[in-house]
């Protein structure tokens, strides 16, 4: 018979985190989203969208073999941890780099394109 006492109590915690940290990304990326494709013009929408498509594919395998071998070191969730925050920091750069961004229009990046 199954018993509750074989989740540990740090479970719950986790599946905390992972909702709180799903929840963010989905209402950071669909206005990033929906303000490239606004600005982006229809002629290099599919090209940018291919480049974007490409980069996330292949950067899985990557990750799974980075993941892989420190985890032969270091326990996973150590790994994850870690990644979170070096992910963290990179992101507050990016931060300010995308904070420009959303003030383009598509005019502006037509103007700068022919320019």
Same mark, same amino acid.
């Given at each position: 018979m199954l018993s509750y006492n074989i989740v540990k109590q740090g479970t719950y915690i986790d599946i905390g985190i992972v909702t709180i940290l799903g929840l963010f990304s989905a209402f950071t990326n669909i206005p990033l989203t929906s303000k490239l494709i606004k600005i982006i013009s229809n002629e290099i929408l599919g090209r940018v969208n291919s480049l974007a498509? +490409?980069?996330?594919?292949?950067?899985?395998? +990557?990750?799974a073999l980075i993941y892989g071998f420190l985890a032969k070191f270091f326990p996973l969730t150590n790994v994850i941890f870690m990644n979170s925050i070096?992910? =963290?920091?990179?992101?507050?750069?990016? $931060? $300010? =780099?995308? %904070? &420009? +961004? =959303?003030? $383009?229009?598509?005019? &502006? +990046?037509? =103007? %700068?394109? &022919?320019?």
């Open positions: 498509t +490409i980069f996330l594919a292949s950067s899985s395998p +990557i990750m070096l992910m =963290f920091l990179l992101s507050l750069p990016t $931060y $300010y =780099f995308l %904070k &420009d +961004i =959303f003030s $383009y229009e598509e005019n &502006d +990046i037509r =103007f %700068k394109m &022919d320019h």
